[in-house]
């Protein structure tokens, strides 16, 4: 495995470039009690730029509150 490839996977996979948030941010968030993505939003400051991200952060709620 190349240092690039080793780099990737110790880096956290970021969900809202804009904002820096990371899908493992997402997940502490809800395991701690946000359930709604406005809740999450207001958490985490993502999806308050672009807004593309919304979508898969609406879904990793979804994932991490099942």
Same mark, same amino acid.
């Given at each position: 495995?190349?240092?690039?490839?080793?780099?990737?996977?110790?880096?956290?996979?970021?969900?809202?470039?804009?904002?820096?948030?990371? %899908?493992? $941010?997402? =997940?502490?968030?809800? &395991?701690?009690?946000?359930?709604?993505?406005?809740?999450?939003?207001?958490?985490?400051?993502?999806?308050?730029?672009?807004?593309?991200? %919304?979508? $898969?952060? =609406?879904?990793?709620? &979804?994932?991490?509150?099942?």
């Amino acid at each position: 495995m190349d240092q690039a490839a080793l780099n990737a996977l110790l880096r956290p996979r970021m969900v809202c470039i804009c904002r820096r948030v990371s %899908e493992e $941010r997402i =997940r502490q968030v809800v &395991e701690a009690g946000a359930s709604t993505f406005e809740r999450v939003q207001e958490l985490t400051d993502c999806s308050t730029n672009c807004g593309t991200c %919304e979508l $898969r952060v =609406r879904e990793l709620i &979804e994932k991490f509150r099942g």
